[in-house]
């Protein structure tokens, strides 16, 4: 089974509206807009992959927290991911890339002072739509971090939410169109 280690960031504003980002992968590929969760995937440790090996995970993608385990050492890998030891536990470089030199919204030093604290984890199974995957069965492992960020960054992600719908990156959406899976804007 493949694993697929994660962290998001759950931002919110004034409103309690969450914060998500146009998904750039979908726009260019799909030419589709959708909204993503700001955040991706964890960086792996080499003391982490010596370990998953021994598992005898394989095919990993790149530094991330991606790989393939045989199915009898999901459970151990899964138990290793939990454990939180030898691979990152941070949401925050996640969030600083995509705020900032992806979107271009912030700057580092704006963002600088964000805090986080871990919230939950979560656990689901899917079929990945990655190309050249040995096997598309994935254990998404996720976890989310609140994160507050810096009153001034507050107001900037907030001016780049109002901008017209067609440049804009960020997007803050209530819980009720998150379940509805469209945002009042379409």
């Not at 900032?100 to 986080?116: F, H, K, N, P, Y």
């Not at 979560?122 to 989310?144: G, S």
Request: hydrophobic content about 40%; some cysteine; aromatic content about 8%.
């Amino acid at each position: 089974m493949r694993i697929a280690g994660m962290c998001f960031a759950r931002l919110r504003d004034h409103s309690g509206r969450y914060a998500l980002l146009l998904n750039s992968g979908h726009l260019q590929y799909n030419n589709a807009r959708i909204l993503s969760p700001i955040g991706g995937g964890l960086k792996l440790y080499p003391e982490g992959r010596r370990y998953l090996e021994t598992l005898g995970a394989s095919d990993f993608e790149g530094t991330d927290v991606r790989l393939y385990v045989p199915d009898n050492a999901t459970d151990r890998a899964i138990a290793w991911f939990r454990s939180r030891q030898q691979r990152e536990r941070s949401v925050l470089r996640e969030l600083v890339e995509e705020l900032t030199d992806e979107t271009d919204i912030l700057s580092a030093a704006e963002v600088r002072g964000a805090i986080e604290q871990i919230h939950d984890y979560r656990r689901f199974n899917a079929t990945t739509t990655r190309r050249a995957v040995r096997d598309p069965r994935t254990a998404y492992l996720i976890e989310i971090f609140d994160v507050i960020l810096p009153r001034m960054a507050m107001l900037i992600l907030a001016h780049a939410a109002m901008l017209p719908v067609e440049g804009r990156w960020a997007h803050f959406v209530t819980e009720a169109e998150i379940k509805a899976g469209v945002s009042k804007d379409g």
